[in-house]
């Protein structure tokens, strides 16, 4: 049974540019959450995403901006990059309804932007 | 404002000993709290959660205990083996639309077990 996955593993990007990373959640998972995770500190929620739709969303800008599909995988789009979105992001997937609200996480995207 | 608390930046414990981890929120709404496990160049790992209608987890090795009037948890890992040295977060969520909410995480605790 596959675990999260996330491409690319690593990306470096310029200042302005724009960036997509993708998510595929774990099998029978249809809830997808994205984080930033900055060096030493714990990951920050960017949005979560369930039935194609954002359903909840953390405290980032609007250029942060994301997808699901219907086989439930994700985008994260971010626009104009600044040398502060360099972070690992993280994709995590939930299985909901039965009582565990466990969030399984990918290996992470790292970004570094120039 | 963190509403998720690891005080300790690190912990460095004697294999076979007990590593005790500590957190605090601030937040009366977190219903559900769980610690993940986070080594280098991969993403965190679910250790275990408990529920805030129970007081203590059980998994093993890993023992999770919940005083609510506190606001403080922590992680218990009796034995310690020189594996478990990894950096450890504490998360919660609260109850959002029907639903259980995001993460909320502190900064982590780094754990080193020596030989």
């Known amino acids: 049974d596959a675990g999260v996955t996330q491409s690319p593993t690593h990306l470096i990007k310029t200042r302005g540019q724009q960036v997509t990373l993708r998510c595929s959640p774990k099998?029978?998972?249809?809830?997808v959450s994205w984080y930033q995770q900055a060096l030493g500190q714990g990951p920050q929620f960017i949005f979560q995403y369930y039935e194609e739709e954002e359903r909840q969303r953390g405290n980032f800008p609007d250029r942060f901006s994301g997808h699901q599909f219907p086989n439930y995988s994700s985008e994260l789009n971010v626009n104009a990059l600044l040398l502060g979105d360099s972070a690992l992001y993280l994709c995590?997937?939930?299985?909901?309804?039965?009582?565990?609200?466990?969030?399984?996480f990918g290996p992470g995207t790292r970004l570094t932007v120039t | 404002d963190q509403q998720v608390k690891q005080n300790s930046p690190s912990l460095s414990v004697q294999e076979g000993r007990i590593s005790i981890l500590n957190c605090d929120y601030t937040n009366s709404m977190f219903d559900y709290f769980l610690w993940y496990k986070k080594y280098p160049a991969e993403g965190p790992t679910f250790l275990i959660s408990i529920s805030s209608i129970k007081d203590k987890n059980e998994d093993g090795r890993f023992t999770v205990f919940l005083n609510k009037s506190a606001k403080h948890l922590s992680l218990h890992i009796v034995p310690s083996q020189p594996g478990d040295s990894a950096v450890y977060f504490c998360?919660?969520?609260?109850?959002?639309?029907?639903?259980?909410?995001?993460?909320?995480f502190g900064k982590g605790t780094k754990l080193s077990v020596k030989p």
């Open positions: 998360a919660a969520s609260a109850r959002y639309g029907g639903s259980q909410g995001n993460l909320i």
């Open positions: 099998s029978g998972h249809d809830t």
């Open positions: 995590a997937s939930t299985l909901p309804g039965q009582g565990r609200y466990e969030q399984y």
